[in-house]
């Protein structure tokens, strides 16, 4: 606890010393120590993720999780978030982790079996899916295949990561540090002995500094700065360091202040010295540790670096500081090429290659291998904005560029005018074709061309059309140039000058194209990427962020991908796997995203430039952008795919934790139940893909992107089995996918529980049998009351016609015969008088038979079979009416009436012949009986309506009778239900109402000065 305090109080001195000159001159130091050539710094603190900012130890582990050691819990680092477990998560004694210690049954170091160290002696041990658990009974001592040390009494410490946070003490315990494989090696005060399993084999004697393994071999420092090499059985042997190291001046075998960094989890060596940072590798020489410098200008001294951790094969190396948390270091597999210089102008655009691996930009600033930029040459000419969009190469390197009015030729130094055209018209793209033709395109709908091997050739005009502005220019073997413009992409043929506008890309704005075996990339500015077949257009999926919608360049390597420049970094991608999506035989296209960490100076790459990027002779490919030109090989770089497991981090139910298991249980009312999945990925989100689909057991999945915390929100839906999939994009290729999954069980509720259903289908039943007996019984009655109610109705008016249509030309009858007697009785012989009563009563006889007849068709038309029957038809209304007529022509000659027929012989209605004969005869009756002189039959016909009109010279309609006759129904049920008789009424009206609703006809009647009208209105649906 005394060296503790000391420590933290010289520490404590340390910080406030460099409190004060950072109040000086913060923003500069802290900005310039941070920025490191080779690598990209991340610097993670608490105010970023971290628990506390001190970190005693750094190991990644067989699951390729980064594992810290914090005064506030053992810390979990998958790349893009921290995870700690502390107190509130496992049950630790302390949150103070010191370090890891291997596993002593099962480490090798190839699978890291490893645990933390917690200050009180906890042990938690690091399991599959970047999970823990707290197992002491696995870190027994001096179990049967662990040494057995003769003589001492104590015990032995486990040996931790190199540097130790504090001096050694004199009377420590021995260190056991396991090489793996049931071998051990135990460093006492004055000697290592080596043992396998609990059998000593050998001791190598020597009061050492520090004693590590490099690869299970023994090495140990002395005090005075020297290495030496612990070979079990033989001497102890000074070796030397080479290598790397070797080029510092300042280094020698013998120098104290040689800072060594070694990890007892992946035995892996490192030392410090002169702010560089070098690894140790053993060497077939057994007198030589040989060094590689993998750190430079990094000052581990300001930042109290104390733990280091380097991953060779992506090139991150992570140090852990005492005081200031994590620093993340990813070495750069790209370089920016510009001026360094303040002021100076790094925004480029065209380019031309200079020898093997040097470039020329249209402003004429030279870059190659050895040098950041110099000037070559600084003409007017280049001082033009447009100037630096396009520059065109001939075969012998000399090039062409232009000012929008000027098209000069510069030799392949760029530093002599060869040739200078004025141009009449403004032009900015130029294209040198494989058959050394020059194309000019103009700003305005015009194309140019030179021969570029005629020296007497200048500039002439080849075709006009409206295709705007020509942005970039590439020619297609044959005849064809296509012409990328603002107004999308033109097919032009050479020989014929047919210009075709390719559908599917009109008015996109075109930023470059690229051939390759018979396929042609377009990008373009906002609207993604297509390709180009013959004349079919493609447009191609884009990445998740949809940053490739503004795509720049395309540029193939000889390893089958393409390289894409955007607004905001560049994308790696097969070519192969967008050669299958345009198959249909790949339905995903994984991008891998690149930005400004791997050595960007920034993320806005340039395009709307001709060359839009160049591959070096040396395979070096040259990107324009916003700072300088990006260079980089693409043989050299290997993609950091997200390829690793994925794995269930926790489930948590209403904000408690579950445990993971093949199916989980949940109930019914679930509010929340919450996934978390975590894979172990160091480079950008981006690249990261995940997608999850809930669905119920045997349905086919929806997927859906996982958030970005990749947390997994499962909502309450019904109860049953489910499937919770989950699945990772591995990178390029088809079906590149890992996944997982979790079954999931909802129980049911109360209501779904097979006793619940079998009662209410039960209950069901019998309520529907009741219901059944019930709406029978009442269909029975209303049937009843139905019949009832027809009969009645048909017997009344069967009373009612026998009364009217009867017992009236009986009336007649007797009337006439007692005439007949009388005048018989008074001339005693046959007279005129006598014929004509016969005549009478014959009529009447007549009359009392039709009424009869129409009497039995009314009756038939009451049932609804019948109704259902009725013979529409085109009716000749004449007819009728002189039909009518002559039955009453008896009753009209002694009332002295005259019945006048004005209807055409060829007026003609659709409705029922017998029903209508009904209508019309009682109408004809009822106007006899009531008229003074005349009754007047006509027709009205006016498109599709018409209309029979009965005028009589009667005294007129009463009222209520009018108003009876005038009231519409909504359908001869609603008659039949809500009919209502006036008080003055004739049976004759009543069957002349029931019959026209019966046959929709509308009736209508109406008061005039000479009587009344009577209007039978019919509307020819079908005419």
């Known amino acids: 606890m005394e060296i503790t305090h000391t420590h933290g109080g010289i520490m404590l001195l340390k910080r406030l010393i460099l409190l004060f000159f950072c109040l000086i001159q913060i923003p500069e130091i802290y900005a310039q120590e941070i920025k490191n050539p080779d690598f990209f710094i991340v610097h993670y603190t608490d105010e970023n993720g971290l628990p506390q900012n001190s970190i005693k130890a750094i190991v990644k582990g067989r699951w390729n999780f980064l594992w810290l050691g914090t005064e506030d819990g053992l810390v979990r680092f998958d790349g893009q978030k921290f995870y700690t477990f502390n107190k509130s998560e496992i049950p630790i004694l302390s949150n103070r ?579 978390s999945v975590v894979t172990p990925y160091f480079n950008n989100r981006n690249n990261l893909r995940i997608e999850y689909s809930f669905q119920k057991e045997g349905k086919n999945p929806v997927w859906l992107p996982v958030s970005n915390d990749f947390d997994i929100q499962i909502p309450n839906t019904s109860s049953g089995r489910h499937n919770l999939l989950i699945r990772k994009y591995n990178g390029f290729g088809i079906n590149n996918f890992s996944g997982k999954t979790l079954k999931i069980y909802i129980c049911p509720a109360w209501y779904e529980t097979p006793t619940f259903r079998f009662l209410v289908t039960l209950l069901s039943i019998l309520l529907f049998w009741i219901i059944l007996r019930l709406r029978t019984s009442y269909l029975l009655k209303k049937e009843r009351e139905k019949n009832l109610y027809k009969q009645y109705h048909i017997s009344r008016q069967i009373v009612a016609a026998i009364n009217h249509d009867i017992q009236t030309p009986l009336h007649y009858i007797s009337n006439s015969f007692s005439q007949i007697q009388n005048r018989l009785k008074k001339n005693n012989a046959s007279d005129y008088f006598i014929s004509r009563m016969s005549e009478e009563t014959i009529n009447t006889i007549n009359y009392a038979r039709s009424h009869t007849s129409n009497l039995l068709n009314y009756i038939k038309s009451q049932t609804s079979s019948s109704r259902d029957k009725l013979k529409i038809d085109e009716v000749a209304v004449y007819e009728i009416i002189q039909h009518s007529s002559q039955i009453l022509t008896g009753t009209a000659n002694h009332r002295e009436i005259q019945i006048i027929n004005q209807v055409p012989e060829d007026f003609k209605v659709k409705s029922d012949a017998q029903l209508l004969s009904v209508v019309v005869q009682n109408l004809l009756d009822n106007a006899v009986k009531l008229s003074l002189s005349t009754i007047t039959i006509s027709s009205v016909a006016d498109g599709d309506l018409k209309s029979i009109l009965i005028r009589d010279t009667a005294g007129g309609i009463p009222d209520d009778i009018l108003k009876w006759l005038n009231h519409s129904y909504k359908s001869y049920d609603d008659w039949l239900r809500n009919y209502d008789y006036p008080n003055h009424k004739g049976l004759g009206l009543v069957i002349v109402k029931d019959l026209t609703i019966l046959l929709n006809i509308t009736l209508s009647a109406e008061k005039t000065e000479s009587g009344s009208v009577i209007r039978l209105l019919f509307y020819d649906k079908n005419k």
């Open 97 to 675: 982790i010191g370090g890891f210690i291997p596993f002593t049954k099962n480490y090798t170091v190839k699978n890291r079996e490893f645990a933390a160290l917690g200050e009180r002696g906890d042990i938690i041990k690091i399991v599959a899916g970047g999970h823990v658990g707290v197992d002491t009974s696995t870190f027994r001592y001096n179990t049967p295949n662990t040494p057995s040390i003769n003589g001492f009494k104590g015990k032995t410490d486990f040996i931790q990561s190199l540097p130790y946070r504090f001096p050694l003490p004199v009377d420590r315990n021995p260190f056991l540090i396991p090489a793996g494989s049931n071998t051990y090696y135990v460093w006492f005060l004055d000697k290592v002995e080596f043992f396998i399993k609990n059998k000593k084999q050998s001791s190598v004697h020597g009061k050492f500094k520090e004693v590590f393994l490099i690869d299970s071999h023994p090495y140990a420092t002395l005090p005075n700065g020297r290495f030496v090499n612990l070979k079990p059985g033989s001497a102890n042997k000074n070796i030397r360091l080479e290598g790397d190291i070797a080029n510092d001046v300042l280094f020698s075998n013998n120098r104290t202040d040689c800072k060594l960094f070694w990890n007892n989890i992946s035995q892996k060596a490192h030392v410090y010295f002169n702010k560089k940072f070098y690894s140790l590798t053993r060497s077939e020489n057994s007198s030589v540790l040989s060094t590689r410098l993998i750190l430079r200008d990094f000052d581990f001294d300001e930042f109290n670096i104390s733990t280091a951790y380097y991953d060779e094969e992506p090139g991150y190396l992570f140090l852990g500081s005492n005081t200031n948390g994590l620093f993340v270091l990813r070495r750069k597999n790209f370089e920016a090429k510009k001026f360094d210089v303040k002021g100076r102008d790094n925004v480029f655009y065209a380019q031309k290659p200079v020898g093997n691996n040097g470039v020329l930009s249209s402003q004429g600033f030279l870059f190659d291998k050895s040098s950041t930029g110099r000037d070559i040459f600084n003409l007017p000419i280049f001082v033009e904005d447009d100037s630096r969009y396009f520059l065109a190469m001939n075969r012998d390197s000399s090039f062409w560029i232009g000012s929008s009015v000027a098209l000069t030729k510069m030799d392949k130094t760029g530093k002599k005018k060869l040739m200078v055209y004025p141009m009449q018209e403004k032009f900015k793209a130029l294209y040198v074709d494989n058959h050394d033709t020059l194309w000019i395109g103009g700003t305005r709908d015009v194309l140019f061309f030179l021969n570029t091997l005629d020296q007497n050739s200048v500039p002439k005009v080849l075709f006009r059309g409206s295709f705007g502005e020509i942005t970039c220019m590439l020619r297609l073997p044959g005849h064809d140039l296509l012409l990328g413009t603002t107004k999308g992409l033109f097919k032009f043929n050479i020989q014929s000058k047919h210009l075709e506008s390719l559908k599917g890309i009109e008015q996109a704005n075109i930023r470059s194209l690229y051939y390759s075996k018979g396929d042609t990339w377009v990008t373009t500015y906002g609207d993604g990427l297509f390709h180009l077949k013959g004349n079919k257009i493609t447009k191609l999926p884009l990445d998740k962020n949809r940053f490739l919608a503004t795509s720049h360049c395309i540029v193939e390597d000889k390893n089958g991908f393409f390289w894409i420049t955007t607004n905001k970094g560049l994308f790696q991608v097969s070519k192969m796997d967008l050669l299958r999506f345009l198959d249909q035989k790949q339905q995903f296209v994984y991008y891998l995203y690149y930005d400004k960490r791997h050595g960007f100076a920034t993320n806005e790459f340039n395009g709307g430039c001709q060359p839009c990027a160049l591959m070096l002779a040396d395979r070096t490919i040259s990107f324009p952008s916003m700072d300088g030109f990006v260079w980089f090989n693409p043989e050299k770089i290997k993609p950091e795919l997200p390829d690793k497991n994925i794995y269930i981090d926790r489930i948590e139910l209403e904000g408690n934790s579950v445990q993971e298991k093949p199916e989980i249980e949940v109930p019914d009312d679930f509010r929340q139940l919450e996934v």
